[in-house]
């Protein structure tokens, strides 16, 4: 299922306290302007930016939570539309911070709700959670009323209850906040496993940019509402990640960063930035003339006989930190 997305707008009217307490004061808010991108079937898309850059807003907007001021939303399959009432059959949205799962009832019941409103046959659901049982290793956690799991155990069941409908745009809000880093591998191997399976599309918003760029072979990138790159992971990189790093550990306390950049002098032009701390130096240089790294290391190397060095090219983070620099 395709999903395209053509010069999608979305405000909000906020009302706020006036100069009375009679009087009230409207401002709009822009949360999303002009956004425009295609997602082909099957394709794993990491939709990130900073905090207010409208990716929950998106999201929202793709599983029909919102409606958008203007634009419009297409699904298609086989190049026919399907209809906004039809849609929500074949899409699931699991949000960080809110689940689907009655917290008084045991996991077991609120799947049995959820195959309800799917209409899904009882042969269907037991062998659709069966799968997932051996993918999530449920066990015994769906016999426990959803309030008694830990967050750990509760995202896991909630993935479970997102799948049973088996659809085919997966949204994915933040799905591991909160969660140690074990859990969080364990579920993103899931949804890679549940992707490998099924070959859905799937959408993930996350705040943890390593998860993104493990995950997601595209990458979508908001910034105050508007998409200011839409690619491949490759060419993020190749745009974005425009300088090297070098590092290097000194045998006591590293020299001040004054000090680097006068020795340095010669090669200010191609040196972005200079960070001293401890005994621990890190150069960023621009990726312009290769050979300029090199000449660095060998200055620094005969005049602070670094115990250590290395050498690499930004990593996804810091290419994000270009972006909106």
């Known amino acids: 299922m395709n999903i395209t997305l053509n010069d999608i707008s979305k405000e909000y009217v906020i009302t706020e306290k006036g100069n009375t307490i009679f009087k009230k004061n409207k401002r709009r808010i822009q949360a999303l302007k002009n956004v425009s991108f295609e997602i082909k079937s099957g394709e794993v898309c990491g939709l990130i930016g900073l905090n207010g850059a409208g990716k929950s807003t998106l999201t929202k907007l793709l599983c029909g939570v919102l409606s958008e001021t203007s634009g419009e939303i297409q699904l298609t399959r086989n190049g026919e539309k399907i209809s906004a009432e039809e849609q929500k059959k074949y899409i699931s949205v699991i949000f960080g911070h809110r689940g689907q799962l009655w917290n008084d009832l045991q996991v077991i019941d609120s799947y049995d ?36 799991l830990s967050l750990g155990q509760r995202m896991k069941c909630e993935i479970a209850g ?65 998409l200011i790159f839409d690619g491949l992971l490759s060419s993020l990189y190749e745009e974005y990640a425009t300088e090297y790093i070098i590092n290097i550990k000194t045998a006591g306390i590293s020299p001040a960063q004054e000090d680097i950049s006068s020795l340095l002098n010669s090669y200010k032009d191609s040196i972005r930035n200079v960070e001293c701390k401890d005994n621990n130096i890190c150069i960023y240089v621009d990726k312009e003339d290769n050979s300029v790294p090199f000449k660095i290391m060998e200055i620094l190397e005969q005049t602070l006989s670094p115990e250590d060095f290395s050498l690499s090219s930004a990593g996804f983070e810091q290419i994000i930190r270009n972006i909106y620099a």
């Open 162 to 226: 997102s799948l049973l409908n088996m659809p085919e745009i997966l949204l994915l809000d933040e799905p591991t906040i909160g969660l140690d880093i074990l859990t969080k591998e364990k579920i993103y191997n899931v949804i890679k496993e549940i992707h490998k399976e099924t070959g859905n599309t799937i959408i993930l918003t996350s705040h943890d940019l390593r998860d993104v760029g493990e995950l997601c072979e595209r990458i979508l990138i908001l910034n105050k509402g508007e």
């Open 113 to 148: 709700i959820i195959s309800r409103i799917y209409e899904i046959p009882k042969k269907e659901f037991n062998k659709r959670l069966e799968w997932l049982d051996g993918m999530l290793q449920l066990n015994e956690l769906i016999q426990r009323p959803a309030r008694q």
